[in-house]
């Protein structure tokens, strides 16, 4: 058939969020084996698959309905840019080699608040008019991939690990050390940097106690749905000099951390001030921290500074 003539259907465009790093949910898509655990709308099984995930490699499927019937996706890799994009561009085959119709996948991976964001586009040719609803069905096949992916990266995270990190990040700001001290021990004063930006989420819960044994609980829903929280209690307070207190933070259900932080706030001058965060951390049950947290606290003190001008 003239691939020039072929219909070609809107390109489908789904978007999913799972609970595992952009490492992870990359790693999902690398080898057969892994393929075939999920890669396959509800109800399908993959009893062959070949995945070589380079420029120019194999990613082939054959997937298998409830009632026995098989198709071939053959694909061939075009882009693998590790843990940020695949793309694939696959030939869907009946069992002897009829082409019914292509389509050329894009998945970009994204961090995002709770995990990895995965937005995938695939566009169409039908080279068989009567595989066209193949094609229509393709954004419901799509969704329940990526549920069952999700479903794997759940798995895998529920086995139990403890992984461990370490960081500081400092800050300078134009103000006096009275001002900081303030935006890190007043609630109110707190409540206008501790937390995602305004387009990103929507804050729940707020409560503080700022005292030696004293707790501060922070939640909020990201624009994705996860739910984030921060359970935290107070061990040692020197007015406009030191805090160091312990945390828990969730993702919905999930405790995926819990840490020691100290914060060491000291003046550089006249109306100049250093803020010094080191934090060390316990990454629970699979959850890859990959760095995001210490990006996370940079941007909150970044936050905070603002708060200060």
């Known amino acids: 058939m003239d691939e020039t003539a072929a219909p070609r259907p809107a390109p489908v465009r789904i978007s999913r969020t799972v609970h595992a790093s952009r490492q992870r949910a990359f790693a999902a898509f690398s080898s057969a084996e892994a393929v075939k655990r999920w890669f396959a709308p509800a109800g399908f099984t993959i009893p062959e698959a070949r995945v070589e995930l380079v420029v120019g490699g194999p990613f082939e499927v ?4 409830p009632a026995g019937e098989e198709h071939w996706a053959r694909g061939v890799v075009r882009e693998a840019s590790p843990f ?3 793309a694939i561009d696959f030939t869907v085959e009946e069992p002897n080699g009829r082409a019914l119709f292509r389509a050329f996948t894009e998945i970009d991976f994204s961090e995002t608040p709770g995990g990895t964001r995965l937005d995938v586009t695939q566009s ?8 066209a609803w193949m094609a229509e069905g393709a954004p419901k096949g799509w969704a329940q991939t990526l549920d069952n992916l999700s479903d794997e990266l759940l798995r895998l995270e529920a086995r139990r690990s403890v992984a461990y ?5 400092e800050r300078t700001y134009a103000a006096p050390v009275a001002r900081v001290w303030r935006a890190l021990s007043d609630p109110d004063a707190k409540s206008r940097w501790f937390g995602g930006s305004a387009s990103e989420w929507d804050a729940l819960e707020r409560s503080m106690d700022f005292r030696v044994g004293g707790s501060e609980r922070a939640s909020g829903r990201w624009k994705n749905g996860v739910v984030s929280a921060f359970d935290a209690v107070y061990h040692d307070i020197i007015p406009e000099a030191r805090i160091v207190y312990s945390y828990v933070m969730w993702l919905n259900d999930a405790k995926i951390s819990v840490s020691l932080a100290t914060m060491e706030l000291s003046a550089q001058g006249p109306g100049r001030a250093t803020l010094k965060v080191t934090e060390q951390g316990a990454f629970l049950d699979g959850y890859d921290d990959d760095g995001s947290r210490e990006r996370g606290t940079a941007f909150l003190l970044d936050r905070l500074g603002a708060t200060l001008d």
């Open 84 to 86: 940020g994009r695949l």
């Open 62 to 65: 054959l997937m298998r309905s």
């Open 124 to 131: 169409y040719t039908v080279l068989d008019p009567e595989a």
């Open 165 to 169: 990190g370490v960081f500081t990040v």
